[in-house]
């Protein structure tokens, strides 16, 4: 009797764990010694976001050798194969844009142009859809995690706002595949480290985070991007973006066992204001993701100064603290070229598939970029592409300069 119960026990045991194994989505899986192999396909380029706007408001003439020339063209003659947009949502004006045109190049309509413009120089285009309003009020805004003005109403039922970001992301990425304008690559969201579209409320009266509530909102969209891929077959890659490697592996573990659907994932990185944690070397850090978790890994933000101080009125922010020991500091155009030189060429050879930099083409402007108290202008001048006569400098150079196999 006493063996017989036992066995019952056992196999009563064995079937709740066999149970609760399959209730749980995308367990982690093993990983596997990483050698490091070069991609296909190596990705180069800049966000490019702001560039009609500050041609149109901001009195920028883009130029190269003191001659105009298309921004887009410029970055695609100099080893570019890339340009990053993104989509934000209304309201585009709030009292801080008082003065200023409307911010509303991340309209859909007005990205839908710059794509063309992107295509038309032969460049691919990464658009990340950041499901935030551009330009709101202080008491509209209680936290940096605020969902837009439209869904403020259902930010609190995750069912409807799983509904809203498909929707939103359906309608605007299927109009441009109908007009012939489709992404290589589509983010779904943007440094979402953590929370992400949740109520207007202070950030100390917030719920506690709910990795299964980000999940399901972040499928939301990538289900989208799936949906269209089969409808008109395409090949639209997904990736999900974050801020510092140094929280790679419990934003993955925590996410993916949860059921996260992606294929690449991007990271942010400044040398002044993110580290590696415990990982050792860009190699260590991609070999982790791509055998722990078979997904690829792209730099989707990263700068360097190419000189110091700015051209406006606007405060300036990554200084040159942002500039690691062993290159030139005061900063030249050199600075810029050789690091994201060899922090392209590194991601490279790891087997990464790109490096992507952000504000290329934030130059100083008489125009409002970011809806705030610091007004028109640029925080990033000194990191742009172009010097402060809105002329192509030698730091855009580094997209040539990557060796590749």
């Known amino acids: 009797m006493f063996a017989k119960s036992r066995i019952i026990q056992v196999i009563v045991l064995l079937t709740?764990?066999?149970?609760?194994?399959?209730?749980?989505?995308?367990?982690?899986?093993?990983?596997?010694?990483?050698?490091?192999?070069?991609?296909?396909?190596?990705?180069?380029?800049t966000y490019m976001a702001y560039v009609a706007h500050q041609e149109t408001y901001g009195g920028v003439v883009f130029k190269e050798n003191g001659v105009p020339k298309d921004a887009f063209k410029s970055i695609a003659d100099h080893g570019g194969n890339i340009a990053r947009l993104r989509i934000d949502m209304p309201p585009y004006k709030s009292s801080y844009t008082k003065g200023y045109a409307d911010v509303d190049f991340g309209s859909p309509e007005k990205v839908k142009i710059q794509m063309q413009r992107a295509k038309n120089a032969g460049l691919k285009t990464?658009?990340?859809?950041?499901?935030?309003?551009?330009?709101?009020?202080?008491?509209?805004?209680?936290?940096?995690?605020?969902?837009?003005?439209?869904?403020?109403?259902?930010?609190?039922?995750?069912?409807?706002?799983?509904?809203?970001?498909?929707?939103?992301?359906?309608?605007?990425?299927?109009?441009?595949?109908?007009?012939?304008?489709?992404?290589?690559?589509?983010?779904?969201?943007?440094?979402?480290?953590?929370?992400?579209?949740?109520?207007?409320?202070?950030?100390s009266d917030l719920p506690a985070y709910s990795v299964v509530r980000s999940v399901k909102l972040l499928n939301a969209g990538t289900k989208a991007v799936r949906d269209l891929n089969k409808k008109y077959g395409l090949n639209i890659k997904i990736a999900c973006h974050i801020f510092d490697a140094a929280s790679l592996k419990f934003w993955l573990k925590s996410h993916v066992s949860n059921g996260l659907d992606f294929d690449i994932m991007a990271i942010s990185h400044y040398h002044a204001w993110h580290s590696l944690g415990d990982f050792k070397s860009w190699t260590e850090v991609i070999g982790f993701v791509k055998t722990t978790y078979q997904k690829d890994f792209l730099i989707m933000e990263t700068a360097q100064l190419f000189r110091t101080g700015g051209n406006d009125a606007h405060?300036?922010?990554?200084?040159?603290?942002?500039?690691?020991?062993?290159?030139?500091?005061?900063?030249?155009?050199?600075?810029?070229?050789?690091?994201?030189?060899?922090?392209?060429?590194?991601l490279y050879n790891a087997g990464g598939i790109g490096i992507i930099y952000w504000g290329g083409e934030w130059v100083g402007s008489k125009t409002l970029i970011f809806p705030d108290q610091y007004g028109a202008g640029s925080s990033w001048e000194n990191k742009a592409f172009w010097d402060f006569n809105y002329n192509l400098h030698d730091g855009v150079n580094w997209m040539n300069e990557i060796i590749q196999k």
């Open 126 to 203: 990464l658009l990340t859809f950041g499901y935030q309003s551009m330009a709101l009020e202080d008491a509209q805004r209680l936290n940096s995690y605020v969902a837009p003005l439209a869904w403020q109403s259902i930010a609190t039922d995750v069912e409807k706002l799983k509904e809203a970001v498909y929707v939103h992301t359906t309608t605007v990425l299927e109009e441009y595949i109908k007009a012939g304008l489709i992404p290589e690559i589509v983010a779904i969201g943007n440094e979402t480290n953590e929370r992400f579209l949740e109520p207007n409320l202070k950030e």
């Open 315 to 346: 405060v300036d922010i990554l200084g040159v603290e942002n500039i690691p020991a062993g290159y030139v500091n005061p900063p030249t155009t050199n600075t810029q070229k050789k690091y994201m030189k060899d922090f392209g060429q590194e």
């Open 16 to 45: 709740l764990l066999a149970q609760y194994g399959c209730s749980m989505e995308n367990p982690i899986p093993t990983p596997t010694t990483y050698i490091p192999k070069p991609s296909n396909v190596f990705y180069k380029g």
